[in-house]
């Protein structure tokens, strides 16, 4: 049997996440055409059906099932090579891991799972949490923290859960209070998450205010907390945030506690499937000891 090469595991992975040869090779950024090859050829060459072709879907056989999470594997393996060498050079050598955040776990979050995770030599990327779910099925980071949660992974799991704040100009004469509701601020200008960037943190704040018998006054769709509370330390609105973001010192922003918040806004950990680097249970104790020192949950 002729060798297996990490391209041909690479469109195998992306068909297999996708399912579908056409959005697989636009994940890669290739043509369809040499994605269809390379699975073809691999098929081949482990003499293995890893898709049934149906006219408008295709469908991974056990053996695509079986394969997946080797391959995922060995493609973290390969990529890890250059650091692995660089790091011996230097008498460092750490296993690496490459960890994603929901921009909303920068930075308090994220410097807790750093604490939690110092065996390793850490790889940070950000992104929104439907991005990075779909970098850790491709293979392109090991673990993620994210803002949604899917009761049918066993490889997923909520940390904690966490209640909002009201983020408001410092220049605000609401900075001053010991908290606010809903009802206060039904009125005034918000600036939130786009519902494409953040479908859960936009669907938990919108209910608040619908639960109320009012909409929203958005001013600002936005993708990153940085942005959110830069024009909120501009004076062009309030938001609505996590607790966690109200760790840290963000220049022109004052954080109220909302009244009528509970801990709803959950912070989970992904791995990739199969949990190869065994993450899930360690990470999540971790960070849920962190966020009850820290009154988060």
């Given at each position: 049997?002729?060798?297996?090469?990490?391209?041909?595991?690479?469109?195998?992975?992306?068909?297999?996440?996708?399912?579908?040869?056409?959005?697989?090779?636009?994940?890669?950024?290739?043509?369809?055409?040499?994605?269809?090859?390379?699975?073809?050829?691999?098929?081949?060459?482990?003499?293995?059906?890893?898709?049934?072709?149906?006219?408008?879907?295709?469908?991974?056989?056990?053996?695509?099932?079986?394969?997946?999470?080797?391959?995922?594997?060995?493609?973290?393996?390969?990529?890890?090579?250059?650091?692995?060498?660089?790091?011996?050079?230097?008498?460092?050598?750490?296993?690496?891991?490459?960890?994603?955040?929901?921009?909303?776990?920068?930075?308090?979050?994220?410097?807790?799972?750093?604490?939690?995770?110092?065996?390793?030599?850490?790889?940070?990327?950000?992104?929104?949490?439907?991005?990075?779910?779909?970098?850790?099925?491709?293979?392109?980071?090991?673990?993620?923290?994210?803002?949604e949660f899917d009761s049918s992974r066993p490889d997923?799991?909520?940390?904690?859960?966490?209640?909002?704040?009201?983020?408001?100009?410092?220049?605000?004469?609401?900075?001053?209070?010991?908290?606010?509701?809903?009802?206060?601020?039904?009125?005034?200008?918000?600036?939130?998450?786009?519902?494409?960037?953040?479908?859960?943190?936009?669907?938990?704040?919108?209910?608040?205010?619908?639960?109320?018998?009012?909409?929203?006054?958005?001013?600002?769709?936005?993708?990153?907390?940085?942005?959110?509370?830069?024009?909120?330390?501009?004076?062009?609105?309030?938001?609505?945030?996590?607790?966690?973001?109200?760790?840290?010192?963000?220049?022109?922003?004052?954080?109220?506690?909302?009244?009528?918040?509970?801990?709803?806004?959950?912070?989970?950990?992904?791995?990739?499937?199969?949990?190869?680097?065994?993450?899930?249970?360690?990470?999540?104790?971790?960070?849920?000891?962190?966020?009850?020192?820290?009154?988060?949950?």
């Amino acid at each position: 049997m002729s060798e297996v090469s990490l391209k041909q595991l690479r469109c195998f992975v992306a068909v297999y996440t996708e399912r579908s040869f056409t959005r697989g090779a636009r994940l890669l950024g290739m043509q369809q055409s040499p994605v269809s090859q390379a699975v073809a050829a691999l098929e081949r060459q482990l003499d293995q059906r890893l898709f049934e072709r149906r006219a408008r879907e295709i469908i991974p056989t056990a053996a695509a099932d079986t394969l997946y999470p080797e391959a995922l594997e060995l493609h973290r393996r390969a990529s890890s090579l250059p650091q692995l060498f660089a790091e011996t050079r230097g008498g460092q050598y750490r296993p690496r891991l490459r960890l994603g955040a929901a921009s909303s776990a920068f930075p308090a979050i994220v410097r807790g799972a750093v604490e939690a995770l110092d065996e390793y030599s850490l790889i940070v990327s950000d992104g929104a949490s439907a991005q990075l779910a779909q970098a850790l099925d491709t293979g392109d980071i090991d673990a993620c923290l994210i803002r949604e949660f899917d009761s049918s992974r066993p490889d997923e799991r909520v940390a904690f859960r966490e209640r909002l704040v009201v983020a408001v100009p410092n220049t605000h004469q609401w900075a001053d209070l010991a908290s606010l509701t809903i009802a206060d601020i039904l009125e005034h200008p918000v600036i939130t998450f786009s519902r494409e960037n953040a479908p859960i943190a936009f669907d938990l704040v919108a209910s608040l205010f619908l639960e109320a018998g009012s909409s929203m006054n958005v001013v600002a769709n936005l993708s990153t907390e940085q942005a959110i509370l830069g024009l909120v330390g501009a004076g062009v609105g309030i938001s609505i945030v996590p607790q966690s973001v109200s760790l840290e010192s963000w220049g022109g922003v004052t954080f109220v506690p909302l009244a009528e918040s509970y801990p709803t806004y959950p912070l989970t950990v992904r791995t990739a499937p199969g949990d190869p680097l065994e993450l899930l249970d360690s990470l999540t104790v971790a960070l849920a000891s962190w966020a009850q020192g820290r009154g988060l949950s």
